[in-house]
């Protein structure tokens, strides 16, 4: 919902996915569509003939108006679109990142202007938020589950902004707050399944972040479902990270990555931003890492954002999270913002390195068992209660 379309009403719309505290600005880094260019400068004008022409109609997809800064949000012609992190950093290789890259991809798109905000206390949810709302800010993206109440309560008092709220469920609709959800356990299903076709000691584990976030949880109990629907015999250790400091303790990752290497384990997912990208990194360091000692990254293809990890990785358990955001950014923007809760897809990163070691018939089968999750006819049995 772009509150300069407010007059015009909700559109009801169907999207398809493709597959901090800081109290000064100077916390927040900004981004502007196209950064690298600057507006093109008008051509001279020429000598107009004895009887001037009517002006030439601007072709229907020209490039949109660039939003160079947040100094008028307000403004017709503004687009500005505002994240703010959970507790992790936004180069946290993972979900924050990932998001961060869908709010600059609608920029680019719509001509807007994106700027972050990192929260290193969650008692600064809301003054992060009002950050944003205080300049008018068209759309907010706040990233996290922990953070979905204050999503809620800004947007009750700021009904123009439209909210993007990231791994948020939401119970009851508000028109202007859209809650981006994914079917975690599927993903971690998936990944699981590949674990336990491909483990040679039975012995498989996982480090992840706290289990009081849903998505954690979903991915960790999808995961050990996969695996032991894939080997009833094999084993599976899971650790998760107590609720404080759970998504940015890359040494704690580490430290409970290497237990699980010396207590057999040859398969090990890694799920908790830079937490579980710890995990990742001291797997790659074990010997036999990529011939016989693998992990398993999260969220967004981690091969690319965490290439320490990247001679151990079998793959990642994706969330189309960067199309999913940049998405409802777009909608707000074209006055059709949906509200409620919008799902996005999951699926498997490619094999990259590890292409060569995985069998064609294990690929066949993980490839059926993906297919199966998304017309619904393998079911994971994970629930939260």
Not at 56 to 67: F, H, N
Not at 195 to 208: H, I, P, Q, R, W
Not at 314 to 339: H, N, R, Y
Not at 360 to 366: F, L, S
Request: aromatic share 8%; with cysteine.
């Amino acid at each position: 919902m772009h509150r300069k379309l407010l007059a015009a009403g909700f559109v009801a719309a169907a999207l398809v996915l493709a597959g901090c505290s800081s109290s000064t600005d100077e916390a927040a880094t900004d981004a502007t569509a196209a950064a690298s260019e600057a507006p093109a400068e008008e051509a001279p004008a020429e000598e107009a003939p004895a009887e001037e022409a009517p002006a030439e109609e601007a072709p229907a997809d020209a490039a949109p108006a660039l939003t160079t800064d947040d100094s008028n949000c307000a403004a017709p012609e503004s687009f500005c679109i505002g994240l703010v992190t959970d507790t992790g950093k936004v180069d946290d290789k993972s979900f924050n990142q990932s998001a961060w890259e869908g709010a600059q991809e609608a920029a680019n798109v719509t001509g807007g202007f994106a700027k972050y905000i990192e929260t290193t206390d969650p008692k600064d949810y809301l003054n992060n938020i009002g950050q944003f709302t205080a300049k008018a800010y068209d759309v907010i993206v706040t990233v996290g589950f922990l953070m979905g109440e204050a999503s809620i309560e800004a947007a009750k008092a700021n009904p123009n902004t439209a909210f993007v709220g990231v791994d948020q469920f939401q119970g009851e609709a508000l028109p202007n707050l859209t809650g981006l959800v994914f079917p975690e356990d599927k993903a971690g299903y998936a990944a699981g399944y590949l674990a336990g076709l491909m483990t040679k000691t039975n012995k498989l584990g996982a480090v992840l972040g706290t289990d009081t976030v849903p998505p954690v949880k979903l991915f960790g109990e999808g995961y050990k479902a996969g695996v032991l629907a894939a080997n009833p015999e094999a084993e599976v250790t899971i650790v998760y990270h107590e609720p404080n400091n759970a998504f940015n303790d890359p040494e704690w990752g580490a430290a409970e990555a290497k237990k699980q290497l010396a207590q057999g384990a040859d398969i090990i997912f890694g799920a908790g931003g830079n937490t579980g990208n710890g995990a990742l990194i001291e797997i790659a360091k074990a010997p036999g890492a990529g011939e016989s000692i693998f992990c398993i990254g999260v969220d967004t293809d981690q091969y690319f954002t965490v290439p320490q990890a990247q001679k151990c990785l079998l793959t990642s358990a994706e969330k189309k999270l960067k199309q999913g955001t940049a998405d409802l950014v777009i909608a707000a923007k074209d006055g059709a913002f949906p509200g409620g809760n919008f799902f996005g897809n999951t699926g498997l990163a490619p094999y990259h390195d590890t292409e060569s070691v995985v069998p064609a018939d294990v690929k066949a089968q993980v490839d059926e068992v993906i297919a199966g999750l998304a017309d619904g006819s393998i079911e994971t049995g994970v629930t939260l209660g």
